[in-house]
Nanobody
């Protein structure tokens, strides 16, 4: 079993920055790709960014150039640096992990999820 715990969410003004962290524990040797997804009220869960153990990444077009995903495999931790935040970035952000190697954009391809972290951007 793998457990994921997000931290770093909060309230920020438009144009500001936040960094999310996702710490993995348990059977971490089974993890290959990890990702950040977000879900706003009334909307489907969508990819923000994903990364595999080799460092290959996959970003949503809406965050390219503003957000950066990274991971420290030695610490079993993944990060999301979010800059130039906008009100439309407001959502619950979820960390996810899968045993497959492709940094998939499809939520159903991930079998382990964190509890979510609220990110609110005020205008």
């Amino acid at each position: 079993q793998v457990q994921l715990v997000e931290s770093g969410g909060g309230l920020v003004q438009a144009g500001g920055s936040l960094r999310l962290s996702c710490a993995a524990s348990g059977r971490t040797s089974s993890i290959n790709a990890m990702g950040w997804f977000r879900q706003a009220p009334g909307q489907e869960r969508e990819l923000v960014a994903a990364i595999n153990s080799g460092g290959s990444t996959n970003y949503a077009d809406s965050v390219k150039g503003r957000f950066t995903i990274s991971r420290d495999n030695a610490k079993n931790t993944m990060y999301l640096q979010m800059n130039s935040l906008q009100p439309e970035d407001t959502a619950v952000y979820y960390c996810a992990a899968r045993s497959g190697g492709y940094p998939s954009a499809t939520p159903r391809n991930y079998n382990t999820w964190g509890q979510g972290a609220q990110v609110t951007v005020s205008s």
